[in-house]
């Protein structure tokens, strides 16, 4: 069963940049759709990009595109996203999360079977 490891969050000013990280055990996570939502207190999970695993296509919400980007390597089974011109409304836990369902993939979190423990992070103005 998969499970994940997540690391990166923490306190960052408006404008920069963090790295955060899924590393994943107990399969490959190349083989299936992976994301990553956000979570702010009092709001509903958000969801920022996805990759489908067939084809590579990645999809990204509005309000991130050009400022996160999904990375992955896949010799560390682990997948990342680089978040950079941070804003304080990005303040937020992130969680990693994996479709195991061949599809395309979705920013909707009631597909995904797996989650990691989520990381916070706080961006300050």
């Known amino acids: 069963q998969l499970q994940f490891v997540e690391s990166g969050g923490g306190l960052v000013q408006s404008g920069g940049s963090l790295r955060l990280s899924c590393a994943a055990s107990?399969?490959?996570?190349?083989?299936?759709?992976v994301a990553w939502f956000r979570q702010a207190p009092g709001k509903e999970r958000e969801g920022l990009a996805c990759r489908t695993s067939y084809g590579g296509r990645t999809d990204y919400e509005n309000s991130v595109k050009g400022r996160f980007t999904m990375l992955r390597d896949s010799a560390k089974n682990t997948m990342y996203l680089q978040m950079n011109s941070l804003k304080p409304d990005d303040t937020a836990v992130y969680y990693c999360?994996?479709?195991?369902?061949?599809?395309?993939?979705?920013?909707?979190?009631?597909?995904?079977?797996?989650w990691g423990q989520g990381t916070q992070v706080t961006v300050s103005s």
């Open positions: 999360a994996v479709d195991p369902r061949v599809r395309r993939c979705e920013l909707w979190p009631g597909n995904y079977d797996y």
């Open positions: 107990g399969d490959t996570l190349d083989l299936y759709n």
